[in-house]
């Protein structure tokens, strides 16, 4: 049974440019949640994906986007990336009946220079 | 807004022991879930333990137990018999239930515990 999978694993960007961070969900899963997690902190949520529809969002701005494909995986896309947007980047599934129950990826670590 | 704290960073006890980590909470729902994720080095959160707000029975998993106290919103994580694979970053989370406006997991800053051979 594959678990949560997140692609790549580590990325290096410039100010000003754009990244987009994938992920797979565990298999029999059809929602997806992203969060960030900078040094030291907990993770913060990002928004989540249900139905190919962003279905909640948290504190973060427009700048954060995602996507939702047809066989439930996702996509987050940041653009205009800020040194402060350096961080590990974790995505979670679960199951719209026991969407509580999160299960994260090893997460994509990225590096805004 | 609900709000996540975790007063130890870091806690540091001998294999076999059995350590308690803290976490407090603070929200005006009635029903929500709580949760530890562990983190070790490899960065992949692994959920430990949830327990439902409104089940009075603390939730148990194996070593790992809560003792859930909601009127003082306290959610501590024992761990019994400690192992060296039990060297993480434990996350204490909240969340309110899905479609009452849930807006995904609340962390706590996390408890660094290592344990020592």
């Known amino acids: ?113 | 807004a609900q709000t996540v704290t975790q007063s130890q960073p870091e806690m540091s006890v001998q294999e076999a022991e059995t350590v308690t980590l803290s976490c407090t909470y603070d929200t005006s729902e009635n029903n929500y879930y709580l949760f530890w994720y562990k983190q070790p080095p490899s960065r992949q959160m692994i959920l430990v333990i949830r327990q439902e707000a409104y089940k009075q029975q603390n939730a148990t998993e194996n070593r790992f137990s809560v003792n859930f106290q909601k009127a003082a919103k306290s959610f501590s994580l024992k761990i019994s018999d400690s192992q060296l694979g039990d060297t993480a970053m434990y996350f204490c989370a909240f969340m309110k239930p899905p479609g009452g406006g849930a807006d995904g997991l609340t962390f706590g800053k996390g408890t660094h515990l290592i344990i020592q051979p």
């Open chain 1, 1 to 113: 049974d594959a678990g949560v999978t997140q692609s790549p694993t580590h990325l290096i960007k410039t100010r000003g440019q754009q990244v987009t961070l994938r992920c797979s969900p565990k298999s029999g899963h059809d929602t997806v949640s992203w969060y960030q997690q900078a040094l030291g902190q907990g993770p913060q949520f990002i928004f989540q994906y249900y139905e190919e529809e962003e279905r909640q969002r948290g504190n973060f701005p427009d700048r954060f986007s995602g996507h939702q494909f047809p066989n439930y995986s996702s996509e987050l896309n940041v653009n205009a990336l800020l040194l402060g947007d350096s961080a590990l980047y974790l995505c979670a599934s679960s199951y719209r009946d026991s969407e509580e129950t999160q299960y994260f990826g090893p997460g994509t670590r990225l590096l805004v220079l």
